[in-house]
C-alpha cells in the first residue's frame, strides 16, 4: 500500500514523464524545421522513451494499488535560437528530472516503502545515461561547428527505440 503522500509523488512525476516527451516532441519539431532529420529522429526517440518512463510509473503505482491520475501541462517551448541550445535546454531539464527523483526517492526511504525504493533506483541509473549522452552530444555539436552537423546528423539518425527486456 502506497500512503497519499508518495501516491500523489508518483502520480506527479509520471505526468512529468509525459510533460517530458512533450518537450521532446517540440523538439522534434523545431529539427524538421531546420531540415535536420536525424535529429528529428533522436528527439522522436527520447519522445518515446519519455512514454516509455511515464507507463512505468502508471504500472508501478497500479501494481501498488494506487490511483492514477492525469493531470494537464503547460505548452513546451517551440522555438530555440540553435540547435546547441535546444540540447543545452535538454540537458538542464535532464538534470531537473534526476533532482525530482531523488527527491521521490527521499520520500520512499523516510517512508521505508523498499518497493519504490528498488522501482526508482532503475530511473537514477536511467538518469545517468540521459545526462551522459546529452552532454556528448553538446561537446559534439561544439566540436563540429556546422561543416560536421551534417555527419553528425547522420550518426544520430541511426538511434532507435529498445525497450528494456521483460518489459
Ligand atoms: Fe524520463
Redesign the pocket.
Known amino acids: 500500500m502506497l500512503t497519499k503522500r508518495l501516491e500523489k509523488a508518483l502520480n506527479d512525476q509520471m505526468n512529468f ?1 509525459i510533460y ?1 516527451a512533450h518537450i521532446y516532441l517540440a523538439m522534434a519539431g523545431y529539427c524538421a524545421e531546420l531540415g535536420l532529420e536525424g535529429f528529428e529522429n533522436w528527439f522522436l526517440v527520447q519522445y518515446e ?2 512514454l516509455f ?1 511515464a507507463k512505468k510509473f502508471f504500472k508501478f503505482i497500479s501494481s501498488k494499488g494506487g490511483r492514477i491520475i492525469i493531470t494537464g501541462f503547460e505548452n513546451p517551448e517551440n522555438d530555440y535560437p540553435s540547435l546547441l541550445s535546444v540540447y543545452e535546454k535538454s540537458l538542464e531539464h535532464e538534470q531537473l ?1 534526476t533532482s525530482r527523483i531523488y527527491d521521490l526517492m527521499s520520500i520512499a526511504h523516510e517512508e521505508k516503502e523498499y518497493a519504490t525504493t528498488s522501482f526508482l533506483q532503475w ?1 537514477i541509473d ?1 538518469q545517468l545515461e ?1 545526462e551522459e549522452s546529452v552532454a556528448n552530444i553538446i561537446s559534439k555539436i561544439k566540436l563540429v561547428k556546422d561543416a560536421g552537423l551534417y555527419l553528425l546528423d547522420q550518426e544520430v539518425a541511426q538511434r532507435t527505440f529498445v525497450p528494456p527486456t521483460g518489459e
Open positions: 514523464e517530458s522513451e519519455e518512463h528530472v530511473f536511467e540521459e
